[in-house]
């Protein structure tokens, strides 16, 4: 048989004497783990490059080192806790320190394992590991960093139990390593003779942990990795045989939710009318806890009628006849000062505020989790971004050690920044404790955005000045409501910093991530972005891509206008200022796809805008319909407005894993940017948010989105990926904006646009949720 250079072994051998200089670029350290068939392990803290700037320096700090080098960074020193093992069927299994939540990293990491060990994507079974203390900062899901942080942990692994199994038929088939061919879970001996990896897996099993060095296959031999691959899920998912959190089935867990009080973070006083309740059919516990009263019964549909049936006095909430007004208010009274003079001598100068609105972070899946607490300990199961915090968090609440609480993390259904906060899972374990029962609860609709977390409101001020064509100075002010960042890193001592009061460690944590995610990638002079937090006390959190959609939209409107002062084409002036080529590529790139300049309508527009994060950058060019006829279009029970009628989208998101899961995020990322600037928000009322549920909470709807959509996937650039989850949206928010000024003539000031019209009726807040739903498919197309 002829070898190949793709096919040959290419890679692992028996650990050498460690050379002084270290481990090359491309060679790395790992380990052969003990045990009954093929374990291996990975340990990267030697072989690790070293950060690319100890101390950041001007002009801008994401240049430098940014979320993603502190988050990768920060999990290497336990990446040796990773491991890939393989059974005697040939099946290599991985437990993923990360959390599933729709975005496609089990996909992406079964493909990265399936190029490197030389199987089938089918042949790879990756699950989600439950909450690991000692990987410490190593199992948070959140800055979209997975594949950033863990395609080499991953590919490493593999590459070392790819070097056993050959060694192993080496042995087996009496031939050279060198000389085998190695081809879905198949090696192949010169002569012919095999040895399938389920047959290798036990002879290739080490008596004692062993280290060992591997060198990774050379990019240009991939054949799995950077092509299209469906979800490795996708057909349980269409067909309902994917399990999530409550799909599970745990003995005597019956449904359970809670009724909440009406103004937000309230809590129960006294239940007027127990024994009823109790009595009422399928009813089996009724407690109150710290967030509500919890009702335990045969169906959800009886927890419900329970629920609606109680009569309970309340404690007041925490946010006691605060409304957006007031809210707005405070921040207005808390913005930092601009530094540059607002009279510049000779200079031409522009001042513009902006305002964003409240926006729930709820998932397609609501909060919920099952808790099984005994006496001694506690198992919970649920969807989990930062599951060692909430191990954490649960032990303390139970008053048992962290050793006490197993904590399973479940693929989830989304998650917006939601599950960074095990919420669902601390209220399922206390209400578990006071029944003395398993629960398996579930946060009704409603709960979500009254009670729930939400992206919190903010406004920027931004300042520019320009002399002689060019831009000297650009300050923006971005002052917020305080963004609960109680997960930290994903491990305890982070997670308590952020917890500190104001000024002693959470509001530091804030601005340290601000610092490291916002980047104005323009040659603009003297540029500042500083954040200022109030700390109200909102049930805020990371929504998805935390700062990046306000910050860009202000700064993007501002570019606009910029270009309008100097008498430019807005594509054009971008390009004169951009600082780097992939961002200056892909901007080229949508507005030669889109057509940028092309005539259209009066009340229609196009919009450009850039965005550069995650170790990538994209752009994006929309055309939106701002005419009556469009906006006014009879929709029922809903919002209209403007319309996105097309959206191109050009991603550089670095070396692709997945070209499929890469642009289905950016086709998820446009549509919630379309959202951000023209209909979803929270009204905050007399102390609550107004919203409940999904048909009050205007995310894009399908008469909504854009009849034409497009997705370019930049040709890899660089050795790992960058960062996918969140790429799509800031760009869409800042291009839809742009759009929507010129469409209408007025640049837009308060998101979303629509915020200031009430299109529904509120639900009712006493009882805290509608009666279950009794008209069927009534309503169905």
Same mark, same amino acid.
């Given at each position: 048989m002829t070898l190949t250079h793709d096919d040959r072994a290419h890679d692992a051998a028996p650990a050498t004497p460690p050379r002084p200089a270290g481990p090359s670029r491309r060679r790395f350290l790992g380990y052969l783990l003990a045990g009954t068939t093929l374990a291996v392990g990975v340990d990267l803290g030697r072989g690790a490059s070293p950060a690319a700037a100890a101390v950041p320096s001007p002009p801008q700090v994401p240049e430098l080192y940014d979320l993603e080098d502190l988050e990768t960074h920060s999990a290497l020193p336990t990446s040796a806790l990773i491991s890939i093992t393989v059974d005697t069927a040939g099946r290599a299994h991985f437990a993923m320190p990360r959390m599933e939540v729709g975005q496609g990293i089990t996909t992406a990491a079964a493909m990265i394992i399936a190029e490197e060990l030389g199987v089938a994507v089918s042949a790879v079974d990756v699950t989600l590991a439950p909450a690991r203390p000692e990987l410490v900062f190593n199992q948070l899901t959140g800055g979209s960093n997975t594949m950033n942080s863990m395609f080499t942990p991953i590919r490493v692994a593999a590459a070392i139990a790819r070097g056993a199994l050959l060694r192993a038929a080496?042995?087996?088939?009496?031939?050279?390593?060198?000389?085998?061919?190695?081809?879905?879970?198949?090696?192949?001996?010169?002569?012919?003779?095999?040895?399938?990896?389920?047959?290798?897996?036990?002879?290739?099993?080490?008596?004692?942990?062993?280290?060992?060095?591997?060198?990774?296959?050379?990019?240009?031999?991939?054949?799995?990795?950077?092509?299209?691959?469906?979800?490795?899920?996708?057909?349980?998912?269409?067909?309902?045989?994917?399990?999530?959190?409550?799909?599970?089935?745990?003995?005597?867990a019956l449904p359970t939710m809670v009724c909440r009080p009406p103004t937000l973070n309230g809590s129960p006083r006294r239940i007027r009318n127990l024994a009823k309740v109790r009595a009422m059919p399928g009813v089996t516990d009724v407690v109150m806890v710290d967030t509500g009263v919890a009702v335990r019964a045969a169906t959800f549909g009886q927890c419900i009628e329970a629920v609606r049936a109680l009569r309970c006095d309340w404690?007041?909430?925490?946010?006691?006849?605060?409304?957006?007004?007031?809210?707005?208010?405070?921040?207005?009274?808390?913005?930092?000062?601009?530094?540059?003079?607002?009279?510049?001598?000779?200079?031409?100068?522009?001042?513009?505020?902006?305002?964003?609105?409240?926006?729930?972070?709820?998932?397609?899946?609501?909060?919920?989790a099952i808790a099984d607490v005994r006496s001694d300990r506690a198992t919970v199961w649920a969807g989990l971004k930062a599951p060692i915090v909430a191990q954490a968090k649960i032990a303390d609440a139970l008053g048992l050690p962290q050793t006490a609480v197993t904590v399973n993390v479940v693929t989830g259904g989304g998650s917006f920044g939601h599950k960074l906060f095990g919420d669902?899972?601390?209220?399922?374990?206390?209400?578990?404790?006071?029944?003395?029962?398993?629960?398996?609860?579930?946060?009704?609709?409603?709960?979500?955005?009254?009670?729930?977390?939400?992206?919190?409101?903010?406004?920027?001020?931004?300042?520019?000045?320009?002399?002689?064509?060019?831009?000297?100075?650009?300050?923006?002010?971005?002052?917020?409501?305080?963004?609960d960042f109680g997960h930290g890193l994903g491990e305890r001592l982070t997670a308590m910093a952020a917890e500190l009061p104001a000024n002693l460690g959470g509001l530091s944590l804030s601005q340290s991530i601000f610092t490291l995610t916002q980047e104005l990638p323009y040659n603009f002079g003297v540029v500042t972005q500083l954040l200022n937090e109030v700390d109200l006390p909102f049930n805020t959190g990371s929504m998805r891509n935390i700062y990046s959609p306000d910050v860009a939209a202000a700064n993007e409107l501002v570019v606009d206008q910029l270009a309008k002062l100097t008498g430019q084409d807005p594509l054009a002036f971008r390009l004169a200022f951009l600082k780097d080529a992939r961002t200056r590529a892909v901007l080229q790139k949508v507005a030669q796809v889109g057509g940028w300049g092309r005539r259209m309508p009066a009340g229609t527009a196009q919009g450009i805008a850039i965005h550069k994060e995650y170790k990538g950058c994209t752009a994006v060019l929309v055309e939106i319909d701002c005419r009556p006829a469009?906006?006014?279009? !009879?929709?029922?029970? =809903?919002?209209? *407005?403007?319309?996105? $009628?097309? %959206?191109?989208? @050009?991603?550089?998101?670095?070396?692709?894993?997945?070209?499929?899961?890469?642009?289905?995020?950016?086709?998820?990322?446009?549509?919630?940017?379309?959202?951000?600037?023209?209909?979803?928000?929270?009204?905050?009322?007399?102390?609550?948010?107004?919203?409940?549920?999904?048909?009050?909470?205007?995310?894009?709807?399908?008469?909504?989105?854009?009849?034409?959509?497009?997705?370019?996937?930049?040709?890899?650039?660089?050795?790992? !990926?960058?960062?996918? =989850?969140?790429? *799509?949206?800031?760009? $869409?928010? %800042?291009?839809? @904006?742009?759009?929507?000024?010129?469409?209408?003539?007025?640049?837009?000031?308060?998101f979303p646009v629509n915020h200031g019209t009430l299109s529904f009726t509120p639900k009712t807040f006493v009882p805290p949720v509608p009666p279950a739903p009794t008209d069927g498919l009534s309503y169905t197309y």
């Open positions: 080496a042995i087996e088939l009496g031939a050279a390593v060198s000389s085998l061919v190695a081809k879905d879970g198949v090696v192949t001996a010169p002569g012919g003779r095999t040895a399938t990896y389920g047959a290798l897996s036990v002879k290739a099993a080490s008596a004692t942990t062993t280290s060992v060095s591997v060198v990774l296959k050379d990019r240009s031999t991939f054949t799995v990795v950077g092509r299209p691959q469906n979800r490795v899920d996708a057909m349980d998912i269409v067909t309902g045989r994917k399990h999530f959190t409550t799909d599970l089935s745990v003995p005597d404690n007041p909430g925490t946010v006691e006849g605060q409304s957006d007004d007031t809210v707005l208010a405070t921040l207005k009274k808390a913005e930092l000062p601009m530094a540059v003079p607002s009279v510049p001598v000779l200079a031409k100068q522009l001042d513009l505020r902006f305002e964003f609105m409240f926006r729930s972070s709820a998932a397609l899946e609501p909060n919920c669902g899972a601390l209220e399922a374990a206390k209400i578990s404790k006071a029944m003395g029962k398993p629960v398996k609860l579930m946060w009704h609709r409603c709960d979500e955005p009254r009670e729930g977390r939400t992206h919190p409101m903010a406004t920027s001020r931004i300042r520019a000045t320009v002399l002689a064509g060019q831009v000297l100075t650009f300050e923006q002010r971005h002052t917020s409501v305080k963004t469009t906006v006014g279009r !009879p929709i029922r029970d =809903g919002v209209t *407005g403007p319309r996105v $009628t097309k %959206a191109v989208i @050009a991603v550089d998101a670095g070396l692709v894993v997945n070209p499929t899961g890469l642009e289905a995020q950016m086709m998820g990322g446009v549509n919630d940017g379309i959202a951000l600037v023209l209909t979803s928000s929270n009204h905050l009322q007399d102390g609550h948010f107004l919203e409940g549920s999904w048909d009050n909470y205007f995310y894009t709807r399908q008469w909504n989105t854009p009849l034409d959509f497009q997705c370019i996937v930049m040709p890899s650039n660089g050795d790992v !990926p960058g960062g996918a =989850g969140e790429a *799509g949206v800031p760009a $869409t928010v %800042a291009a839809t @904006a742009c759009a929507y000024a010129r469409a209408t003539g007025t640049v837009p000031t308060r």
